[in-house]
């Protein structure tokens, strides 16, 4: 494993987020070094997409304190700011079904960012040569198999520069053949020094390139380790029952 940087990346301290009366996520810390990749696993319903969603602020949190980069995330002006710093891959890939793969990953870098269209398409196609679709620029999204759909939405984030990438179950939707595509792409990321968090349930990714591995239910990081330690010598009753039943 390539030696991680020092620098805090992700700083989240007592994040709560309650939905109504229902407590969804109760005290959440959590601090993730630049270049780190975190694969978060968990039974449904845990949080686990409420935290991914909290760290760009899809949600609101109820309480707690997230840092982006040093940067506080709070209601008002920065917001923005972090959405754009934080990229988020989908279960469902979303991309616009009305734009080509290309305008789909030119329209935030020219939109939010004010790249020139020249700028927004040289590096769209030099991000669709390394998800491996350069020939698949002018098709629609429809035309596209889900894992190609999932390598382009890949793309779109990358397309934005950000310093993390989120990926909430990016393979989950995906017919088992195309899961390896997908899969390659996060790991020659990770490679490169992609700063990651990733939720899955693909436990040999968690093992090949997860640095540590968290292990959330009811709301809380019950167990967090190396994929080794977590692995072979579960310490906690919950998680030791999880993978019992999926391993
Ligand atoms: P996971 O991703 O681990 O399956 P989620 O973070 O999606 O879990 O959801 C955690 C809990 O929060 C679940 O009980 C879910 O029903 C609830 N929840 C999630 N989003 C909302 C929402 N917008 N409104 C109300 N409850 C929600
Ligand atoms: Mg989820």
Same mark, same amino acid.
């Given at each position: 494993?390539?030696? %991680?940087?020092? %620098?805090?990346?992700?700083?989240?301290?007592?994040?709560?987020? %309650?939905?109504?009366?229902?407590?969804?996520? %109760?005290?959440?810390?959590?601090?993730?070094?630049?270049?780190?990749?975190?694969?978060?696993?968990?039974?449904?319903?845990?949080?686990?997409?409420?935290?991914?969603?909290?760290?760009?602020?899809?949600?609101?949190?109820?309480?707690?304190?997230?840092?982006?980069?040093?940067?506080?995330?709070?209601?008002?002006?920065?917001?923005?700011?972090?959405?754009?710093?934080?990229? *988020?891959?989908?279960?469902?890939?979303?991309?616009?079904?009305?734009?080509?793969?290309?305008?789909?990953?030119?329209?935030?870098?020219?939109?939010?960012?004010?790249?020139?269209?020249?700028?927004?398409?040289?590096?769209?196609?030099?991000?669709?040569?390394?998800?491996?679709?350069?020939?698949?620029?002018?098709?629609?999204?429809?035309?596209?198999?889900?894992?190609?759909?999932?390598?382009?939405?890949?793309?779109?984030?990358?397309?934005?520069?950000?310093?993390?990438?989120?990926?909430?179950?990016?393979?989950?939707?995906?017919?088992?053949? *195309?899961?390896?595509?997908?899969?390659?792409?996060?790991?020659?990321?990770?490679?490169?020094?992609?700063?990651?968090?990733?939720?899955?349930?693909?436990?040999?990714?968690?093992?090949?390139?997860?640095?540590?591995?968290?292990?959330?239910?009811?709301?809380?990081?019950?167990?967090?380790?190396?994929?080794?330690?977590?692995?072979?010598?579960?310490?906690?009753?919950?998680?030791?029952?999880?993978?019992?039943?999926?391993?």
């Amino acid at each position: 494993m390539e030696e %991680k940087d020092s %620098k805090t990346m992700i700083s989240v301290k007592h994040l709560s987020k %309650k939905f109504g009366d229902v407590t969804v996520l %109760k005290d959440i810390n959590l601090d993730i070094k630049e270049k780190e990749v975190v694969v978060i696993i968990g039974p449904s319903g845990s949080g686990k997409s409420t935290i991914l969603r909290c760290l760009n602020h899809l949600e609101t949190p109820s309480g707690g304190e997230i840092v982006i980069d040093g940067i506080k995330l709070e209601e008002g002006a920065n917001l923005n700011a972090i959405r754009r710093e934080v990229g *988020m891959v989908f279960q469902r890939f979303n991309l616009f079904p009305n734009m080509t793969v290309l305008q789909n990953i030119m329209l935030a870098p020219m939109q939010v960012r004010g790249k020139s269209k020249e700028e927004a398409k040289e590096k769209a196609m030099r991000l669709l040569k390394r998800v491996g679709l350069e020939h698949k620029a002018d098709a629609m999204p429809d035309e596209l198999s889900g894992g190609q759909q999932q390598r382009v939405a890949i793309a779109r984030a990358l397309a934005m520069n950000p310093k993390a990438l989120l990926f909430d179950e990016p393979t989950s939707a995906l017919d088992p053949e *195309m899961v390896k595509e997908v899969l390659d792409v996060m790991k020659s990321l990770a490679k490169e020094g992609m700063t990651m968090v990733v939720v899955t349930h693909e436990m040999g990714f968690a093992k090949e390139v997860g640095d540590r591995v968290m292990f959330v239910d009811g709301g809380l990081i019950v167990e967090e380790a190396t994929p080794e330690e977590f692995f072979s010598h579960p310490k906690n009753k919950r998680t030791q029952d999880f993978l019992s039943k999926i391993l």
